[in-house]
């Protein structure tokens, strides 16, 4: 059976892929610049240093808002009963952005400057090895918001299986970011990494998807229009 998306109009269809290529593309970048850095180190244990540290949090900060357009769309797209689902995905899709660019923000501007300063108990607060403030606040944002907000959004995808791909994938994004959360507790890290694949690596498959998604509709208008 097919779903209503009365609410859909083409305007939503351009800035929904439009927005959904931008997180791919963005997320594709910062996966290629973490790479680098990787490669940069003398040893696994060493920070990712500059500039592959600066250029990380750039497109954080770009990524995120563009999440939360992306998911205001999948609210528009959503047929009627289920637009519950799809409001409180935008919401906690608008909690993770706020918290993930103000911690990124202020690193990118201040952390260095009062790392410089000899602060004390810096790494306590503005260093992204646990435990710290910023990598605790960073945790909450992706593995606990972020992922709360791809399971709200998953109902929205039920017809045809293009569709039912993206909400399989949109559940596994997010019970893999849950499942990092359990490194917290534990302060074990490795684990916390299992959520990192859950938003770093099929979240963007989500949102690439979700363009196709986008396309097919309008191919599906098309052919209404013409018969």
Same mark, same amino acid.
């Given at each position: 059976s097919e779903m209503s998306h009365e609410d859909f109009?083409?305007?939503?269809?351009?800035i929904g892929r439009t927005s959904v290529w931008t997180v791919f593309v963005l997320s594709v970048m910062y996966a290629f610049v973490t790479f680098l850095g990787f490669l940069s180190l003398k040893s696994s244990q060493d920070p990712i240093g500059e500039p592959f540290f600066t250029i990380m949090e750039i497109l954080i900060i770009?990524?995120?808002?563009?999440?939360?357009?992306?998911m205001v769309?999948?609210?528009?797209y959503s047929s009627t009963e289920l637009k519950l689902y799809s409001f409180?995905?935008?919401?906690?899709?608008?909690?993770?952005?706020?918290?993930?660019?103000?911690v990124h923000f202020v690193v990118l501007t201040v952390g260095h400057k009062i790392e410089a300063i000899g602060l004390s @108990?810096? +790494? %306590?607060?503005f260093s992204f090895k646990w435990p710290s403030v910023v990598y605790a606040l960073d945790i909450l944002a992706w593995d606990w918001f972020f992922a709360l907000s791809m399971l709200f959004a998953a109902p929205v995808f039920k017809v045809g299986k293009l569709?039912?791909?993206v909400r399989i994938l949109m559940i596994i994004s997010g019970v893999?970011?849950?499942?990092?959360?359990? @490194?917290? +507790? %534990?302060?074990?890290?490795q684990i916390?990494?299992?959520?990192i694949i859950g938003y770093g690596v099929v979240a963007p498959i989500v949102f690439l998807l979700l363009s196709k998604v986008f396309k097919l509709h309008s191919i599906a208008d098309s052919d209404k229009a013409k018969s």
């Open positions: 109009k083409p305007k939503h269809r351009i770009l990524i995120s808002p563009v999440m939360v357009i992306s769309i999948v609210y528009v409180i995905a935008v919401i906690f899709m608008i909690c993770m952005a706020v918290i993930s660019s103000g @108990g810096f +790494p %306590l607060f569709e039912k791909i893999l970011c849950l499942i990092g959360l359990i @490194g917290v +507790p %534990l302060g074990n890290m916390r990494n299992i959520g």
